[in-house]
Structure formats: structure tokens, C-alpha cells
């Protein structure tokens, strides 16, 4: 099984900040990755897909990168409404779906 | 695109089935267009995908649940359904239901979300 490993698990960041998530996966998933926001009571949101594009409509502060095993999510400057749970989320070994854990980002 | 709504249930007792379903509006659930899946995330935690269904009726399970989950569609209805048999407390959830555009495995859009809770 392919093994998601988000980091942090959770940060506190400033407006304005810069905020960066990491996701590495337990073998080469090429960009067969996605990320997500959830905020609180709601269903999660799909803001990025194949590792780098951006779903239509999500703002272009948010963007992701990498490939092969390591992954990076990043805000460039954060808003208050950005305050939510951001989850990776690989497909290489359809047609399983794996989510990692989790980095629950508030304001400081 | 399409929306959807999940329905059933708040309350299982062990041991029993939990039965969910979800409605699909603003489109056909005989398209051919979508996977249609259900994806469950205990209080506090992360997300699990429990499998999935497309419009031939062709499933595909975790794993981990597979022997107890039983996913199916009915397209009179425009509707897709979960049971998963021999529930304990460890399927308390909030159970999701979504989409995935063939073609594509990234889950959009997802329903509101519906808790089940496993209790006697």
C-alpha cells in the first residue's frame, strides 16, 4: 500500500504569511496528486489536481508542486478564509485512494 | 455539475448494516461520465475511501472494508447506495459521498456529508 505522510499535522501562521505543506509518498507516484481544504463542518474542496493545476475557480495565492514522491502545497499569502484542514490525496495504484493525514492550519 | 445529497440513517445499532444513499441532481447517474464513490472520515480524522461504483454497476472496494461494503446504483432513481454489514463503533463517521469524472481521480464535487453513529 502506498503510504501518505503529511507534515506538519497542524500550523499556525499569520495573515499575509507565506504557508507551506509537504506531503511525500512511500513510492514514486509521478503527479498523481491532488489537494483539498476542508473547513470546518463541510465537505472537502478540491483546489489542486495532478500535483499542479489549479481546479477553476481557486484562488492563484493557493498552488502545488513536486512529483515522484515528494509534494508541496502552498498558500502565498494567507487570508483568514483559508483557515481549514488541507488533505494530499494520491491515485497510483488504482483503483485505490489513499488521503494523508491531514495539516490543520489555524491563524496566529 | 452535478450535486449530490447523501440520506439515510443517523443511528445503527452493532452488528447491524448501515444503509446510505445519495441522490444525483443536475445530471444523469447513467451518463457513463462519473465514478461515483463514498468516502467516510471519523470524528476528528482523516479521510478513508470506501470504493466505488460506475454506471455499469462495476465496483471497486478497499480493501480494508471490502468484505462488508456492498456499493450499488439505481438509475430510476438517479441515486447510488452504501451498506456496510457488521458495523461497530469504529464506523462512526461522517460518510461523504462523490464524484470522479471518468478519466479523472480527483474527487469533485463531494456531498454535504451525513454522521452516522453506531450505537445501542
Known amino acids: 500500500d502506498i503510504q501518505m505522510t503529511q507534515s506538519p499535522s497542524s500550523l499556525s501562521a499569520s495573515v499575509g504569511d507565506r504557508v507551506t505543506i509537504t506531503c511525500q509518498a512511500s513510492?514514486?507516484?509521478?503527479?498523481?496528486l491532488n489537494w483539498y481544504q476542508q473547513k470546518p463542518g463541510k465537505a472537502p474542496k478540491l483546489l489542486i489536481y495532478?500535483?499542479?493545476n489549479l481546479e477553476t475557480g481557486v484562488p492563484s495565492r493557493f498552488s502545488g508542486s513536486g512529483s515522484g514522491t515528494d509534494f508541496t502545497f502552498t498558500i502565498s499569502s494567507l487570508q483568514p478564509e483559508d483557515i481549514a484542514t488541507y488533505y494530499c490525496?494520491?491515485?497510483?495504484?488504482?483503483?485505490?485512494?489513499?488521503f494523508g493525514q491531514g495539516t490543520k492550519l489555524e491563524i496566529k | 455539475q452535478v450535486q449530490l445529497q447523501e440520506s439515510g440513517p443517523g443511528l445503527v445499532k452493532p452488528s447491524q448494516t448501515l444503509s446510505l444513499t445519495c441522490t444525483v441532481s443536475?445530471?444523469?447517474?447513467?451518463?457513463?461520465?462519473?465514478?461515483w464513490s463514498w468516502i467516510r472520515q471519523p470524528a476528528g480524522k482523516g479521510l478513508e475511501w470506501i470504493g466505488r461504483?460506475?454506471?455499469?454497476?462495476?465496483?471497486n472496494y478497499n480493501p480494508s472494508l471490502k468484505s462488508r461494503v456492498t456499493i450499488s446504483v439505481d438509475t430510476s432513481k438517479n441515486q447510488f447506495s452504501l451498506k456496510l454489514s457488521s458495523v461497530t463503533a469504529a464506523d462512526t463517521a461522517v460518510y461523504y459521498c462523490?464524484?470522479?469524472?471518468?478519466?479523472?481521480?480527483?474527487?469533485?464535487?463531494w456531498g454535504q456529508g451525513t454522521l452516522v453513529t453506531v450505537s445501542s
Open positions: 490525496q494520491q491515485y497510483d495504484n488504482l483503483p485505490m485512494y489513499t
Open positions: 461504483i460506475y454506471t455499469s454497476g462495476s465496483t
Open positions: 513510492q514514486d507516484i509521478s503527479n498523481y
Open positions: 462523490a464524484s470522479l469524472a471518468v478519466g479523472e481521480h480527483w474527487f469533485d464535487p
Open positions: 443536475g445530471g444523469s447517474i447513467s451518463s457513463g461520465s462519473y465514478y
Open positions: 495532478d500535483a499542479s
